[in-house]
């Protein structure tokens, strides 16, 4: 179990830790006092801990290291807007390895991400060496293949009569990017990773059904945290879209399916003009 423990001694009865507390595991007495109760179920998540101004609070499966105070951070919304803008996915890489330490930096940044009931199931596979890389490249070239032949039926006039419009425009871009990356293949390019050095896989759990979030989760503050070091990634919607490909060439831990895959390496170029994207399609129920 992973109920709080209260140092009486320590606390004043502010009630923050109830306010908090997402569950029924702590709740106030007459006089203001937190009740614990053992019996309840506890994320352990770690809010009551974290809140208490006199640190009253400890939970005693998680060490009290893993609650050192919060980090100063400045980020003015100024700051994390003109970040995000400016943020590209990347796919000229500097012929340069990325280096373990950072890739567990990185892991140990994402694998903050939250997850449902805070169960924090997910997995990182990281692939660095290269005749693996080749491996995945033809075999998700070979199934991009195979997909190809449904994009284009999906794309297809008949196909138009059943598909909701933008499905069927879908399938034509769909097509086009195949075609392109297929050629590219043929042509001895590699349009799938783009000679990234380093690949990383995100796997969740097959039967949860937030399974899927838990791996993405994690995949976006990766992604977010490598800008900071000169490290570009993008999303690898060839190996994305291929779950069952990767788990016959990769160490999937059984019960987990792999939802997210980028390529990273360190950014060869940096963009001088901010994205552009079409404003955003928006539904108020006001
Ligand atoms: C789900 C998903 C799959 C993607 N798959 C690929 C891919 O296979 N290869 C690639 O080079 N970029 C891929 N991208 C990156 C997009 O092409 C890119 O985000 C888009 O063109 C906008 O560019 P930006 O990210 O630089 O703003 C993918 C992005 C998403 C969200």
Redesign the pocket.
């Known amino acids: 179990m992973n109920t709080p423990i209260l140092d009486k001694e320590k606390c004043t009865a502010c009630g923050l830790c109830a306010e908090v507390c997402g569950l029924d595991v702590i709740a106030r007495n007459g006089d203001g006092h937190p009740i614990i109760n053992p019996a309840a179920y506890c994320h352990a998540c770690g809010h009551c801990v974290a809140i208490c101004p006199q640190n009253a609070l400890s939970i005693r499966e998680i060490g009290s290291d893993a609650f050192a105070p919060m980090p100063a951070s400045n980020i003015s919304s100024t700051d994390m807007e003109a970040f995000l803008l400016t943020?590209?996915?990347?796919?000229e890489f500097k012929d340069r390895p990325v280096e373990k330490a950072v890739i567990e930096q990185l892991i140990d940044v994402a694998r903050m991400a939250p997850t449902a009931i805070n169960c924090q199931e997910r997995v990182f596979i990281v692939v660095t060496d290269q005749v693996k890389i080749t491996e995945l490249r033809m075999a998700l070239t070979k199934h991009a293949r195979s997909m190809l032949k449904l994009i284009k039926l999906g794309a297809s006039k008949p196909a138009s009569l059943f598909l909701s419009s933008d499905t069927h425009a879908h399938m034509h871009h769909l097509q086009a990017d195949f075609e392109v990356?297929l050629r590219h293949m043929d042509d001895g390019g590699d349009?799938?990773f783009?000679y990234a050095p380093c690949l990383i896989f995100f796997a969740g759990i097959t039967m949860d059904p937030a399974g899927r979030d838990h791996a993405l989760g994690a995949q976006h503050y990766l992604m977010l945290y490598a800008e900071t070091m000169g490290l570009g990634t993008?999303?690898?919607?060839?190996?994305?879209s291929a779950p069952k490909v990767l788990a016959k060439h990769l160490d999937v831990p059984e019960a987990y399916t792999i939802y997210g895959a980028i390529?990273l390496g360190y950014r060869k170029y940096t963009?001088r003009r901010r994205?552009h994207?079409e404003p955003a399609l928006t539904v108020y129920h006001e």
């Open positions: 943020k590209r996915s990347c796919r990356a349009y799938i783009h993008s999303i690898n919607g060839y190996a994305q390529t963009y994205v994207r």
